[in-house]
Structures are given as C-alpha cells and as structure tokens.
C-alpha cells in the first residue's frame, strides 16, 4: 500500500510537537505487566488521557513524582472480588458548572475516577497500596463526616457543589454537601484534602492509571489516540517499533512500544459509537 508521506511528515511534525510541548514524553511505568487488547479499557467519547499540566508540573511529572499514587498498580479487568462487584466505601463529587468531577474508593483499593465537562471526557481506575487505602479510611470515616452537621455548612450555589459520601453498609451512607468556594470547619476540610489530592493525581497521571502501559500490540489491534482518532496497528518493526495507520486520514505514526501510553487513550468501544 502506498503512504502519503508528505501527509504522514506534516502530521507526526504538528501532533507531537504539541504533544511534547504539552506533555513530554516518560520513562516507561515502574511495574506496568504485559497484557494484550482485551485489558485495554474501551476509550471514553470525546476522552483524554491526562488534564493539561501548567508548565511549573512538567519537571515533576517527567520524573514521576506523584506521591499519592506511590505503590499503586493497574487496574486490569473487572476486578470482581469473591466473583462480585466490590463495595463501595466513599465518594467525593466535585460539580462546577459543566465540569463534574467524581472519585469513587472501593473494596480492595480500587479507585475510579470520572472527569466530564470542558475539554473532554477522562475515565481512569488504578488501584492503591492497602496502607494508603487504610490512611484514607481512617481520616475519612461514617463516624468522622457524621461529626460534622450539614447545618454547620454552607449550602451549594451558583452552580457549584461538593459532597463527601461515605457508605457504612452498601446502602447505608452519611453524606454531607456543601459550597466548595466557602469556609469549611477544619473536621470537614481535613477530609475533603487527601480526596482533592488524589482527584488531582490521578487525573494528572499518564502511566499507572493508562491501560495502553504494558500493552503488547498485535497487527489489527484498534487504539484511540489522545487526538481523538482511531489507529490500527498495521505491522512491528524491529520488536519494538509500532506503525499505526489512522482509520480515517492517510497518515501513520511510528511510535515506540514502551511509549504508546503517551499518545493512546484506550481500545475502540465507546468510541466507534
């Protein structure tokens, strides 16, 4: 088949000269196994990989230097527990305008994070040490959110509202909501920091929480690039280098196996709706 490489040329110069300008490459995740497509999660409409970094994050996140994700590891499949779905423990959903953000902690450590609103969709799992899920039980418990009465806080507005939920039994929660932009008594706000942290971590992250790390490519496989288009791996140079042709423009990418969680999202899915 013939290449239109002038196309291919200009495309590789524009998509990852912003990608490096934006979020320059990394060293491959500590601890990522090797999985084929079937543990690469589907990519959500309209999704990103990671929120665009100021400039001041990039040095950090070069280095791989998010302490709240320290010892934490991929989320690969169901991850049912005794064959069902695990339970949940607590909540924390921040609403802004358009922008929801949700971070859902359960059974197990897993840890699910949704982002929808302004520029794009980021859906994420990893899992957490089993010391770091304790810390955040411990601070964040029914005991210590009851302590605090909803009466003692400001009550959303303009659009804007967060709420801390924390189940005791499945379908037995204490809840509290409040004006994120208002004074919070130091019980509340000693609960509600460690979850804006790891909001702020993991959807930062582009390594542990990215199925595409540890993906091992097989011809014919469908990946979703982090400009919103879909590739599929046309052959495998060398071992190690992967060429993808984008299923809607003639243009291919030669991208490192180890790297190909710096550009992809996810497996066709969501996306092919």
Do not use: W
């Not at 040329?9 to 990608?19: N, S």
């Not at 500590?30 to 929120?51: C, F, K, W, Y």
């Not at 994700?69 to 169901?78: F, H, P, Y």
């Not at 929480?209 to 979703?224: I, R």
């Amino acid at each position: 088949m013939r290449r239109d490489t002038s196309t291919t040329l200009l495309f590789l110069l524009i998509a990852f000269g912003a990608f490096a300008q934006s979020q320059p490459p990394q060293p491959p995740p500590p601890e990522a196994p090797p999985h084929d497509i079937t543990q690469v999660d589907p990519a959500p409409l309209g999704g990103a990989i990671a929120v665009p970094l100021p400039e001041a994050e990039r040095k950090r996140l070069q280095k791989y230097e998010i302490p709240e994700l320290a010892g934490s590891r991929q989320a690969l499949g169901t991850q049912l527990i005794d064959g069902a779905l695990p339970s949940p423990i607590l909540d924390y959903i921040a609403v802004n305008a358009n922008v929801e953000q949700r971070l859902s902690i359960f059974q197990g450590g897993l840890v699910v994070v949704s982002v929808t609103g302004a520029g794009g969709t980021i859906r994420k799992k990893v899992i957490i040490p089993k010391d770091a899920l304790g810390n955040y039980t411990k601070t964040i418990s029914p005991t210590a959110l009851g302590n605090v009465r909803q009466g003692e806080l400001s009550a959303a507005r303009d659009g804007r509202r967060v709420t801390l939920r924390v189940y005791s039994a499945p379908t037995t929660v204490v809840e509290r909501t409040f004006d994120p932009m208002a004074a919070m008594p130091k019980a509340l706000a000693d609960q509600v920091a460690p979850m804006q942290d790891l909001l702020r971590a993991i959807s930062e992250d582009r390594e542990v929480t990215n199925t595409v790390a540890g993906y091992m490519p097989q011809v014919g496989d469908e990946l979703v690039g982090d400009d919103r288009k879909v590739y599929r791996v046309a052959r495998i140079i060398d071992g190690h280098i992967v060429e993808l042709r984008c299923t809607s423009q003639p243009t291919s990418l030669y991208v490192d196996v180890k790297s190909l969680y710096n550009y992809f999202i996810g497996t066709t899915g969501a996306a092919r709706q």
